[in-house]
């Protein structure tokens, strides 16, 4: 498998899943901007959404958008119980979980990083993500992840949009349980290897 990837985007989500998995895969670096790949070929051809993260299969196939990827990537490393099983009630958490940070914190986010968008604009945005993570804060009392006492794939997403938040000097501090959480995942081995690969953190 291929994992098309920027530094810190949300593809940092999925690349967290194949780690915690221990599925082999191939990294390939996408400037967004350019939307180009690291070798100058055409990354609209790869994706014409001009977005990542894209999974390419071993078939050929490609996976786009990542609530789906991480999931499919779940389900090729069952064993390392990171979504419950399809069908169950549990897994219908972990989509409702997915869901939630994809379209509440994930597109709020977005336009925090145009560089066109008013101020104002922005803290309008800023003050609905703010709201969003008071409610997560709420959810993770006496939870060590979103779904228990278990690792899961949302928690690599969550962690990715925590991550953003650092970036954009958010001030959580009135949230303690978001706080211990994002530590929490923050020291797990496999997160800290994803975000070393990415040139996001030094190498211990």
Not at 4 to 10: E, L, T
Not at 63 to 83: F, H, R, S, Y
Not at 136 to 160: E, N
Request: hydrophobic share 45%; proline share 5%; charged share 25%.
């Amino acid at each position: 498998m291929k994992l098309y990837y920027s530094p810190g985007a949300c593809s940092l989500s999925p690349h967290i899943a194949l780690l915690e998995a221990g599925l082999p895969y191939d990294l390939v670096k996408v400037d967004l901007r350019a939307k180009k790949l690291e070798n100058g070929d055409d990354f609209l051809k790869v994706n014409p959404k001009g977005q990542v993260p894209v999974l390419a299969l071993d078939s050929g196939e490609l996976v786009t958008e990542g609530p789906v990827i991480v999931q499919m990537i779940a389900d090729k490393a069952a064993g390392k119980n990171l979504a419950p099983a399809r069908d169950s009630a549990d897994r219908y958490k972990l989509l409702e979980w997915l869901n939630f940070i994809t379209t509440e914190l994930h597109k709020s986010f977005g336009p925090m990083f145009s560089p066109v968008l008013a101020d104002e604009a922005k803290a309008f945005f800023k003050d609905r993500v703010m709201g969003k993570f008071k409610y997560v804060d709420s959810q993770l009392a006496g939870r060590d992840y979103l779904m228990g006492s278990h690792f899961t794939v949302a928690d690599g997403y969550l962690f990715t949009m925590l991550s953003w938040a650092d970036r954009m000097k958010f001030d959580l501090s009135d949230m303690p349980n978001l706080l211990a959480y994002k530590a929490r995942v923050g020291a797990r081995p496999k997160v800290q290897e994803a975000l070393t690969k990415e040139g996001l953190m030094k190498a211990a």
